[in-house]
């Protein structure tokens, strides 16, 4: 199948052009750094480590050529997020304060990759500490978006979406938790997987200078690590390496079964697209719907009108405060107090700030209710998964928004059918009621809408069942034709 230029092949197609050796790794890398340097408005792989990619690429056509043994993403260049760790590499989290930040190790889920086989040669973009919804800092600037330059990328994957949109890089890894891989991956056009919370280790982040002493030992609640990238198939692929313990460390690897579905006429879909708690712009709407049309076409069985359990309202304040309860449970006392000092200033301001107020002075008890909460409802979305294959919904609520560094974040706006909609909790509603749950999610692309701008559809499936919901957004892809390229121009004077 001719796919084009080889930068904007899936990672899976790479793949097997190496095995068949139609380019060596040290081609591909060379075809990255040069898509990067031709589009450096972008700004979406922020750091490189070329010199040492490109030895670790020759190692891996040479081990090839040699008939010696090889993983499953043996000579794969990929780009990993600034807020993992990277071996020998600035790991900045996007901060002037870790500028200088160099690890002696890998994040777990970048040893693991590496040890399949990838070659990382590059860190994409995000906000300082991955704390917004687009990806730009003082020390490495703003990612722009492929599709629309005065738009954002998203956040906080930003980069990580840009790069593989805009075709530099293969597969990258970023990290989510109320949308930051699927928004960026839904505003850029591109697919990205959250995967059940607790089965990708997160050990290894880069440390927050106000973290608190052995914040990293334990598990984040809600946060996950994921990977983002042109095709389905990639997901599964990363995801098999992602959950495989490294052979030197022992640990678990999580049980996550086959989809129970292989063809469209198997598949049974939920739509969600409605919800009291907020409006979806008629254009996007108009695009899922579509989307929903080519799978019946195509002989899936999708039904309308059911809310699921929680709707947005009650999964929206649940993910509120149980994400700001993590947030500032990791926090030494001093960021602590100068975290809850700035949220106080804001909560008379902003219905959310009121809420991360109160998230911040909850007693262990209180936190044990709304995690009760959240079990019962869980149990009954998994009702819900027994009649039903996937949930899909709006990855958000409109396509990617002009750039807006305004402070306070708390103030942003943007306008949607003549009405003002605060940037959060607006934008991060459909992604933030699935990762306070910790389901699997896929952001798939499913098309353009009127105005050329991707739109991008969650595709939700029970927990553990990440196969289920790749394979879903797998034959949505079929339906819809997949993975667009953006028309990229060429460098602003």
């Given at each position: ?5 080889i930068?904007?092949?899936t ?6 052009g ?6 060596s790794?040290?081609?591909?890398v ?13 700004n ?14 020759r ?6 050529r040699?008939?010696?043994p ?7 260049p ?14 900045t ?7 200088d930040?160099?690890?002696e ?5 970048v ?20 704390a ?11 990612t ?7 738009r ?6 930003g ?8 075709g ?19 505003w ?11 089965v ?12 608190a002493?052995g914040?990293d030992?334990t ?12 095709g ?27 989809a ?77 107090e ?10 008379t ?5 009121g ?6 002075g909850?007693?262990?008890?209180e ?9 019962m ?18 990855t958000v ?7 807006d ?7 942003r706006?943007f306008?949607?059918n003549?009405?003002?909609h605060?940037?959060r909790?607006a934008?991060?509603?459909w ?18 809408d ?8 969650q595709?939700?499936a029970a ?6 919901a ?24």
């Amino acid at each position: 199948m001719d796919t084009g230029p080889i930068e904007f092949a899936t990672a899976t197609q790479t793949l097997a052009g190496l095995r068949r050796g139609e380019f060596s790794s040290v081609e591909l890398v060379r075809a990255y750094l040069d898509r990067i340097a031709a589009h450096p408005w972008v700004n979406a792989i922020v750091t490189l480590d070329a010199d040492r990619a490109l030895a670790e690429a020759r190692l891996a056509d040479e081990m090839r050529r040699a008939g010696g043994p090889t993983g499953p993403l043996h000579g794969l260049p990929i780009t990993v997020k600034h807020d993992q760790k990277v071996r020998g590499v600035p790991s900045t989290y996007g901060s002037e304060s870790l500028r200088d930040f160099i690890p002696e190790d890998d994040a777990e889920a970048v040893a693991r990759l590496r040890s399949a086989g990838a070659i990382v040669f590059g860190r994409s973009n995000l906000p300082e500490f991955a704390a917004d919804g687009q990806a730009y800092n003082a020390l490495h600037g703003t990612t722009r978006n492929p599709w629309d330059r005065e738009r954002t990328s998203g956040g906080s994957s930003g980069g990580s979406a840009a790069a593989v949109a805009a075709g530099m890089t293969a597969l990258d890894l970023g990290s989510d938790m109320g949308g930051s891989i699927r928004i960026p991956a839904a505003w850029c056009g591109v697919h990205g997987l959250k995967p059940t919370w607790g089965v990708v280790p997160t050990q290894g982040g880069v440390p927050h200078p106000d973290d608190a002493e052995g914040a990293d030992l334990t598990v984040p609640d809600v946060a996950v690590c994921g990977p983002l990238a042109r095709g389905a198939d990639d997901l599964d692929l990363a995801l098999t390496v992602l959950t495989t313990p490294r052979d030197d460390r022992g640990g678990l690897r999580p049980y996550l079964p086959n989809a129970p579905f292989t063809a469209h006429r198997e598949l049974r879909v939920l739509a969600w697209f409605d919800d009291p708690v907020t409006a979806v712009d008629p254009a996007t709407l108009e695009v899922l719907h579509t989307a929903c049309r080519a799978l019946e076409g195509d002989g899936a069985h999708v039904r309308y009108g059911v809310l699921p359990p929680g709707g947005l309202d009650q999964l929206g304040e649940l993910f509120e405060l149980l994400f700001m309860a993590d947030v500032g449970g990791g926090t030494g006392d001093a960021g602590f107090e100068e975290l809850r000092r700035g949220i106080r200033q804001l909560r008379t301001e902003s219905p959310m700030a009121g809420l991360h107020h109160r998230a911040l002075g909850l007693t262990h008890r209180e936190w044990l209710s709304l995690h009760r909460q959240r079990l019962m409802l869980l149990q009954g979305w998994q009702e819900l998964f027994d009649e039903y294959d996937v949930v899909v919904t709006p990855t958000v609520m409109t396509t990617a928004l002009p750039h807006d560094h305004s402070e306070p974040v708390w103030a942003r706006h943007f306008e949607l059918n003549g009405e003002h909609h605060p940037w959060r909790p607006a934008l991060t509603r459909w992604c933030g009621a699935v990762g306070v749950l910790g389901l699997p999610a896929v952001s798939t692309p499913i098309g353009l809408d009127r105005h050329g701008l991707p739109v991008g559809m969650q595709v939700v499936a029970a927990g553990c069942h990440d196969r289920s919901a790749i394979a879903a957004a797998r034959l949505i892809s079929e339906s819809v034709g997949g993975f667009t390229v953006p028309p990229l121009g060429g460098t602003p004077a």
